[in-house]
C-alpha cells in the first residue's frame, strides 16, 4: 500500500535534478576492463592480501580481507592473475597513493563454487558471518560494515529501506528498484529476520514513478515482509538518514545519537540486494550499479560495474570528452577525481562526466554578510554562520558545542550562499581539527599512563632494594647483640617476600 508522507524535511532547496539524463536507459552490464585495481586503504584499519603475488584466483574468491573488527573483504570480479601494487590511488576525495592488488582477467570468467544457501533455521550469528563473508558494506554512502551494523544489541521496531535518492543526477537506486524490486523485499525480509523488526517502511520520492509501481507490485507478491511504502516530495537533502526518519516518521533522532536509539534501522536498496544474493545464493559482493552521466558523456546510464574497475575504463565507456571534470557521486556532496586510475569501491554510486559549462567554476569567495540563508536551509537546525566564524577563528571546540559534528555536509548551505563561501570545506576543516585533537589526546594520556607506570616500577624497586639493606642491616644488628641468628634471618625473608610482592603488584609498562 502507498502512503503519502504528513510529514516535511527541516530546510532544504530544490537543485536542478538532471536526472533524465541517466534514468531513462535501461540496466547494462559493463564490458570487465582490463584490468582491475583493489586499494588496500579501505576500511577502518586497511586490508591485508589473501593470496600471493602472482597467483591465479577465481572469481568470488577473496583476495583481501580486513584484520580488525570492522573488516571487510575483496572478492574477485573474475578469474585471473593478481599482482601487488605499492602505490595505487585511494579512491576519495583526497587520491592518496597507497598499497593495492591488481587482477588481470584471463578472459575465462570461472568462478569458485558458491557457498551454500542459509535458512531462517540458521542463528543470527552464522547469517552475520555470511554477511561479513561477503564483504558487504553499506553502498549508500558511508561503506560502514554491514554485519557489524546489523550486530547492534539495541531493540529494532522498524526497518527503513532509504530509496530517496535526493542528490542530484544519480539514478542508480531508483534504476534498481525498477530492475530488481523484488531482490530488494527479499534483502529487507532478511534484515527484518536479523533484527527482529516489526515494521518495513520504503522512503522514496514522489519523482519515481516507475520505482514506485515496481516496489508496489514487489510488496504485493512478497505479503511476508509486509513493506508500507511511504512518498515523500522531491527536496534535498531528504536521503540523510536523521532527514528521512524525520520525513516518515515526524521524530527527531537527538544529537549525537543513532537511529538505532529510537529503534530504527536504514539500508540502501544496494545492500539490501547484496545480502540477499549472499545469504540464498552464497554469492559475495562483486559488482554493483553506476550511474554514468553528465554532459561531458555521450553514452550516458546506469551500468553493472564490476568493483575495482579502473575510473578512466568508465569514461572511456561512456564516450567522456578530454575536457570532461569528473566527479564522484552527485554536485552536492561528491568530490572531484583526483586520479582515474582509482577504481570503483562499494560506495562509488555515481561518475559524473560534467562538461565545463555545466557546473561553473565557484566564484571568489567574499565575506559574510549574516543573511541568514545558510540557517534557513539546513536540514539538521544548526546556525551555519556561527559554525563558520567560529572554525575561522580557529575555535573547533566551540564549533563541536554548537552542533558541528551533527552537519550531514549535505552543501544545501554553501548552495544558497550569496557571498561563494565553500561552508562545507570549512566545516570539513573543523571535524579533522577535532579528530585530530582526539587523537593527540589519546597518544598524551597512553604516554602518561606509561610514564606513571614506569616510575611507579621504579618507585617499588627503590623501596625493594632498601627492604633489602634494611633487613641485611638487622641481621648484622641482630649478629652483634647475641641475638638468635634464625630470628633475624626469618625478619630479613619476610621483608624481602614484602617487597617482592609489591614489587609484582605494580604496574608495568
Keep these: 500500500m502507498i502512503h503519502q508522507s504528513p510529514h516535511r524535511l527541516t530546510g532544504g532547496i530544490h537543485p536542478d535534478e538532471r536526472k533524465d539524463l541517466s534514468c531513462d536507459v535501461p540496466v547494462r552490464p559493463a564490458p570487465m576492463a582490463d584490468e582491475l585495481v583493489f586499494s588496500l586503504q579501505t576500511g577502518r584499519h586497511g586490508l591485508e592480501p589473501c593470496v600471493d603475488d602472482g597467483a591465479r584466483v577465481l572469481g568470488g574468491e577473496c583476495i583481501a580481507r580486513g584484520t580488525g573488527s570492522f573488516s571487510q573483504a575483496w572478492h574477485a570480479p573474475t578469474s585471473g592473475t593478481l599482482h601487488y601494487i605499492d602505490a595505487l590511488p585511494a579512491t576519495d576525495a583526497y587520491g592518496r597513493p597507497g598499497p593495492g592488488l591488481r587482477l588481470v582477467p584471463d578472459g575465462e570468467d570461472h568462478w569458485c563454487d558458491a557457498e551454500p544457501a542459509l535458512s531462517r533455521d540458521d542463528s543470527r550469528e552464522t547469517l552475520l558471518a555470511r554477511i561479513e563473508w561477503a564483504g558487504i558494506a553499506g553502498m549508500g554512502g558511508a561503506g560502514f560494515p554491514s554485519h557489524i551494523k546489523l550486530a547492534s544489541d539495541k531493540p529494532v521496531t522498524t526497518l527503513i529501506i532509504n530509496m530517496a535518492e535526493c542528490e542530484p543526477y544519480i539514478s542508480c537506486d531508483d534504476a534498481l528498484a525498477r530492475s530488481q524490486a523484488a531482490d530488494i523485499l527479499r534483502g529487507a525480509a532478511w534484515v527484518k529476520h536479523i533484527l527482529g523488526a516489526q515494521r518495513v517502511l520504503i522512503g522514496i520520492e514522489d519523482n519515481k514513478p ?261 633487613a641485611r642491616a638487622a641481621a648484622m644488628e641482630a649478629a652483634k647483640s647475641g641475638e638468635d641468628p634464625r630470628k633475624a634471618e626469618v625478619q630479613a625473608a619476610v621483608a624481602r617476600a614484602r617487597a617482592r610482592a609489591k614489587q609484582k603488584d605494580t604496574p608495568d609498562t
Design 210 to 470: 516507475d520505482a514506485i509501481a515496481a516496489l508496489e507490485s514487489a510488496a504485493a507478491a512478497n505479503p511476508a515482509v509486509d513493506a508500507e511504502i511511504w512518498v515523500c516530495p522531491t527536496v534535498y537533502p531528504s536521503g540523510g538518514e536523521k532527514q528521512l526518519i524525520q520525513i516518515l516518521t515526524g521524530e527527531e533522532i537527538p544529537a549525537g545519537q543513532l537511529p538505532q536509539a529510537l529503534g530504527y534501522h536504514m539500508h540502501n536498496p544496494a545492500t539490501l540486494v547484496a545480502i540477499y544474493d549472499a545469504i540464498e545464493h552464497g554469492r559475495p559482493l562483486t559488482h554493483r550499479l553506476v550511474t554514468l552521466t553528465g554532459e561531458g558523456a555521450a553514452d550516458r546510464g546506469n551500468r553493472k560495474v564490476a568493483l575495482g574497475t579502473p575510473l578512466h575504463a568508465l569514461t572511456q565507456l561512456a564516450g567522456a570528452s578530454s575536457d570532461s571534470i569528473l566527479i564522484m557521486g552527485g554536485p552536492m556532496m561528491g568530490f572531484e577525481v583526483r586520479s582515474p586510475a582509482a577504481g570503483v569501491v562499494k560506495t562509488t554510486n555515481c561518475l559524473l562526466m560534467a562538461s565545463p559549462n555545466e557546473l561553473p567554476a565557484a566564484e571568489p569567495e567574499q565575506p559574510c554578510i549574516r543573511c541568514g540563508e545558510c540557517a534557513t536551509v539546513c536540514p539538521a537546525s544548526l546556525q551555519p554562520q556561527t559554525l563558520f566564524w567560529q572554525i575561522q577563528a580557529d575555535d573547533a571546540p566551540r564549533a563541536q558545542a554548537e552542533g558541528l559534528m551533527d552537519c550531514i555536509e549535505c552543501g544545501a548551505c554553501a548552495y544558497v550562499c550569496p557571498s561563494q563561501i565553500p561552508l562545507v570545506s570549512y566545516y570539513r576543516h573543523g571535524k579533522d581539527q577535532l579528530r585530530q585533537r582526539a587523537l593527540d589526546q589519546v597518544k598524551s594520556d597512553r604516554a602518561r599512563e606509561r610514564f606513571e607506570a614506569r616510575q611507579a616500577r621504579l618507585d617499588a624497586e627503590a623501596e625493594a632494594k632498601a627492604a633489602k639493606r634494611a
